[in-house]
């Protein structure tokens, strides 16, 4: 691990910086310095035009390697319910518009979802993270669970106050932040990259 002293986070999503360090930290990546796009204001935006969580992923990761060159961890990831095909789907934050609120957001699931008796659900996640000698390495992972009638629970953010996870009895946005960390989509993605980054560099 010693071989990799920062990583390049390509986002400024401050909730996802927020819950990968702490994963991070918990994955014996204690000493690796964490960058976010808001220390390389020079970037552009990066269009998230792909049409998989995969290519968006790739999308990002590949953008900032280029400027770069220096570890890049990008993610992208969102809400797919069973009764609208998939949907919100890789459009999870963009579903209420380019400026769509947390509220504006479950307001229109819920009222999409009403009268709809299926209400299975999945939050998937894909992680990319392309090495300084341009060696791509990815993982997903993914969480099942309901879409509930109404928002319960003040933390976490996006669709998480609606998400109910059966076996806890809970919605995501009802649960301990350590206990979300512990079984989201986000971090099975993270854990498999890890896993296979660690591989890696053993070979190396």
């Known amino acids: 691990m010693t071989k990799i002293k920062e990583v390049i986070l390509a986002t400024k999503n401050q909730n996802k910086v927020k819950e990968i360090k702490k ?7 204690k000493n690796i310095k964490i960058k976010t796009l808001l220390d390389f204001p020079d970037i552009p935006e990066i269009s998230e035009d792909a049409k998989t969580f995969y290519g968006n992923a790739l999308l990002k990761a ?19 319910v069973h009764a609208l095909n998939g949907m919100p789907g890789i459009r999870s934050a963009r579903f209420a518009g380019p400026d769509g ?30 090495l300084p000698s341009g060696k791509i390495i990815s993982g997903s992972g993914t969480v099942k669970g309901y ?21 806890l009895k809970k919605t995501f946005a009802e649960l301990k932040t350590e206990e979300k960390n512990r079984l989201s989509h986000r971090r099975k993605a993270l854990e498999r990259v890890f896993n296979k980054l660690r591989t890696f560099l053993k070979k190396d």
């Open 23 to 29: 994963i991070l930290k918990e994955s014996n990546f």
């Open 62 to 80: 590949k953008t900032v390697w280029r400027y770069l060159k220096k570890p890049v961890l990008a993610e992208d990831s969102g809400l797919c």
């Open 101 to 130: 609120t947390q509220k504006k957001l479950i307001s229109k699931l819920l009222l999409m979802m009403k009268n709809k008796k299926d209400r299975r659900a999945f939050f998937k996640a894909v992680v990319v993270m392309i």
């Open 147 to 167: 879409i509930s009638d109404k928002p319960k629970g003040n933390k976490g953010f996006g669709y998480d106050p609606v998400f109910y996870y059966p076996p």
